[in-house]
C-alpha cells in the first residue's frame, strides 16, 4: 500500500478531537427530580470528581473514530503499488495530425492531454515529471516538476502545423535515463514509434477519413483564367466538393467522384484580372489544416541590367533568356552613375570606383581588381581541367570546356576551377553581391556548350531576382530561403497573425524560420523607390494528412514499470467512510 497524498495524514488529528470530547468532564446544573431511578442516573453522573472522567467502552465512541481515521484515509489517496520509478518523462506529440477531430469534435490532442493529466494524478506526490512537447521543435515544458506544475504544463500543450521530431524527444529522454536509474518514459501520440527501451506507447485517436488539397495552379486565358486543384482522399470513395474564390469572392463550386485512396483533378472559372485565387473543401473530414490552397499573381516588376563593355553576343544572349530584364547599354565611366539598376555587368573592363548598389557581374576584369574582396591575378595558360566549384555547380558536367588563358582569383566561393585555380567565384558584402568569370568568354568554348546558360541563369536569379518568380511554397517547420534585391534597404515578412519579421539588415538576409503555421506570407523589400511584396503558402506536410491508421498501446522492455502508480483505492475508503457514518447514526439514534 502506498498513499498519493501523504499530507492528508494531518487530518488525523481529528482522532484527538473526537478523544477529547469524550475525556472532557461535562457541567451539569441542578435539577428537583420526582423518581429515585432519576436520582439514581444524576448520582452516576456527578461521580466523577475530576476535570477529565474516566473513557468508557461505546460503540459510538469507536464508530466516530472508526469515521475520522477512514477520513483521514481517503485524504491520503491510498493506492496498490504499481510502479518503482520515482521520475517521468512524458513526451507529447504535437504534429499536425494531433488536430484530426473525432466525431464529437473532440481532437487527438484533447485526448493526449487528457491521459496524459490522468497518468500524471495517479503518481506517487514525490515524484518528479519532465513534459516534452514534440513539434517541428522539441520543446521542454517542464523539467523534474512537481504534479501540479507537470499537469499545467500539460493544459497549456497545443499540437502545431508540422511534423513532430519524436526521434530527437526520445533521444533527450534516453540520455535522461542514463543519468536515472528506473526512468519511466510515456509517449503520448497517434503515430507508432521505434522500440525504445522502457518507454511505453499511449495512442490516442481514432482511425478517421479525411481529404486535402495538394496543390493548386491557375492558367491564365484569354476569358479569364481556370483553376486545377489536385485532391488527395485518405478515405472510403466518395463525393469531393470544391469552392473556388477569387479575391475573397465565392466564384465557382465544383463536384468530382474520388476513389478510395485516389488523387483526383477539380477544376473551376476563375474571373479575369483576378488577384488572389483560394480552392477550399467543404467536405474535408477529420483535418482542418489541409482544406485550402492558395495562389498569387506575381508583381510585373522589371529588371533594368547595365552592360558595359565592346559587345558580348554571348552575354547579351545570355541576359535574353530572361524576359523581365531591360537591358541599357552604357560606357564604363556612365555606368556607376545610372541609377536604380539591378545588376551592373562590365565586360573585360573596370570602373575606377564600383556601384555602391545594386548586383555586379565582372567578366574578364583587369589584373590587380579587387571585387567585394576576389582578387585577380596575372594571365596563366590552363594545366588542368575545368571543373564546377561549390555554388551554382547544380545541373554542370563542364565536359570538354577549354580555356586559352584565364586569370586566377582569390577570396569569395569559388564557381568554377580551372585545376586548382579558381576560375570563377562569388561574394557578398552587406546587400550587395558580385560574381567575377576571369578569363575572356571569347577565349573559351564554354558559351557553346549547353552548360553557359544554366550557368548564366542561376546567376542572373542571384544577383536580379525575378519578381514574378515569387518565393517557393514552403512547408511547416522549414526554413524558407530569401534572395533579396541588391538594392534593398531592408527585408521582412509578415505572418499570416500579421506578425512582421525582420530579416535584414545585416545583409544578406537571413532565412526565414518562422513559418510555424499554415497560412499565406509576404515577404517584403524596402527599397529606395517603395515596397515590393512577394506571397508565398506555408502548408502542411503531405503526409500529417493520411489519419487513416493510428497506433496501438505498447510497451517496450522495461517499460512495464512506468505504467501509472497502481489502482488507486480513495473510492473504497469513501465508501467505507459513508457506511461508518450511517451506522454511527444509527446507532446513536438508538441509544438516545
Known amino acids: 500500500m502506498q498513499f498519493l497524498e501523504p499530507m492528508g495524514a494531518w487530518a488525523l488529528l ?18 428537583t427530580v420526582p423518581s429515585t431511578y432519576l436520582w439514581r ?16 467502552r461505546s460503540l459510538l465512541l469507536i464508530l466516530q473514530l472508526l469515521a475520522a481515521a477512514l477520513f483521514a484515509l481517503a485524504l491520503m489517496r491510498p493506492a496498490l503499488p504499481g510502479h518503482t520509478a520515482g521520475e517521468f518523462v512524458i513526451v507529447l506529440d504535437a504534429s499536425a495530425s494531433m488536430q484530426a477531430a473525432d466525431e464529437t469534435g473532440r481532437t487527438r490532442m484533447e485526448e493526449a492531454r ?18 516534452l512537447r ?78 486535402a488539397l495538394v496543390s493548386l495552379a491557375v492558367e491564365e486565358t484569354a476569358s479569364g483564367g481556370r483553376a486545377v486543384a489536385r485532391v488527395a482522399n485518405y478515405g472510403a470513395a466518395c463525393e469531393i466538393q470544391l469552392e473556388g474564390y477569387a479575391d475573397g469572392v465565392l466564384c465557382d463550386v465544383r463536384t468530382a467522384q474520388a476513389g478510395a485512396g485516389e488523387t483526383v483533378s477539380v477544376s473551376f472559372d476563375v474571373p479575369p484580372g483576378a488577384q488572389r485565387v483560394e480552392a477550399r473543401l467543404a467536405n474535408g473530414g477529420a483535418l482542418a489544416l489541409d482544406d485550402a490552397r492558395w495562389w498569387r499573381r506575381a508583381e510585373d516588376a522589371r529588371r533594368t541590367v547595365v552592360l558595359a563593355g565592346e559587345g558580348n553576343l554571348f552575354l547579351e544572349a545570355a541576359l535574353a533568356l530572361r524576359a523581365d530584364i531591360d537591358v541599357v547599354r552604357a560606357s564604363v565611366e556612365e555606368a556607376p552613375a545610372i541609377e536604380g539598376a539591378q545588376l551592373y555587368i562590365f565586360d573585360g573592363v573596370l570602373p575606377q570606383t564600383l556601384p555602391q548598389s545594386g548586383s555586379l557581374l565582372c567578366v574578364n576584369p583587369p589584373e590587380g581588381a579587387d571585387i567585394l574582396g576576389i582578387s585577380v591575378a596575372g594571365a596563366q595558360t ?19 570546356v577549354a580555356l586559352r588563358t584565364y586569370r586566377p582569383l582569390s577570396g569569395g566561393e569559388v564557381i568554377l576551377l580551372c585545376g586548382d585555380d579558381a576560375i570563377a567565384a562569388w561574394a557578398e558584402s552587406g546587400a550587395q553581391r558580385a560574381a567575377v568569370i576571369g578569363f575572356d568568354l571569347s577565349d573559351s568554348n564554354l558559351p557553346v556548350k549547353y552548360d553557359f546558360p544554366v550557368l548564366m541563369l542561376q546567376l542572373l536569379d542571384a544577383l536580379a531576382p525575378d519578381a514574378s518568380m515569387g518565393v517557393a511554397d514552403a512547408v511547416v517547420g522549414e526554413a524558407v530561403p530569401v534572395t533579396a534585391s541588391a538594392r534593398a534597404e531592408a527585408v521582412s515578412v509578415i505572418t499570416p497573425a500579421g506578425e512582421s519579421v525582420s530579416l535584414a539588415p545585416p545583409f544578406p538576409a537571413a532565412p526565414f524560420t518562422g513559418a510555424d503555421e499554415v497560412g499565406e506570407y509576404a515577404l517584403v523589400e524596402t527599397l529606395p523607390e517603395g515596397e515590393e511584396r512577394a506571397w508565398f503558402a506555408v502548408y502542411m506536410p503531405a503526409a500529417e494528412s493520411d489519419v487513416r491508421a493510428v497506433a496501438e498501446d505498447a510497451a517496450q522492455a522495461g517499460g512495464g514499470a512506468v505504467r501509472a502508480a497502481g489502482r488507486e483505492m480513495t473510492m473504497w475508503a469513501v465508501l467505507l467512510l459513508l457506511a461508518a457514518l450511517m451506522l454511527e447514526w444509527w446507532v446513536s439514534r438508538r441509544e438516545n
Open 14 to 31: 481529528a482522532l484527538a478531537a473526537v478523544l477529547a470530547f469524550y475525556l472532557l468532564k461535562r457541567q451539569y446544573e441542578e435539577r
Open 41 to 56: 442516573m444524576a448520582l452516576r453522573d456527578e461521580s466523577a470528581s475530576r476535570p477529565l472522567e474516566r473513557l468508557r
Open 114 to 131: 487528457q491521459r496524459a493529466e490522468e497518468l500524471v494524478r495517479g503518481l506517487n506526490a514525490l515524484d518528479r515529471v519532465t513534459v
Open 134 to 211: 514534440a513539434g517541428t521543435n522539441v520543446d521542454v515544458l517542464t523539467s523534474r516538476a512537481d504534479r501540479q506544475t507537470a499537469i499545467a504544463a500539460i493544459r497549456a500543450a497545443q499540437s502545431g502545423s508540422g511534423g513532430a521530431r519524436m526521434e530527437e524527444a526520445l533521444s533527450l529522454a534516453r540520455a535522461m535515463a542514463q543519468e536515472i536509474e528506473g526512468l519511466g518514459i510515456c509517449v503520448f501520440s497517434d503515430a507508432s514509434i521505434a522500440p525504445v527501451e522502457g518507454a511505453s506507447l499511449y495512442a490516442v485517436g481514432a482511425a478517421a477519413e479525411n481529404r
Open 382 to 400: 590552363p594545366q588542368g581541367a575545368v571543373h564546377a566549384g561549390d555554388r551554382f555547380s547544380e545541373n554542370l558536367s563542364l565536359a570538354g
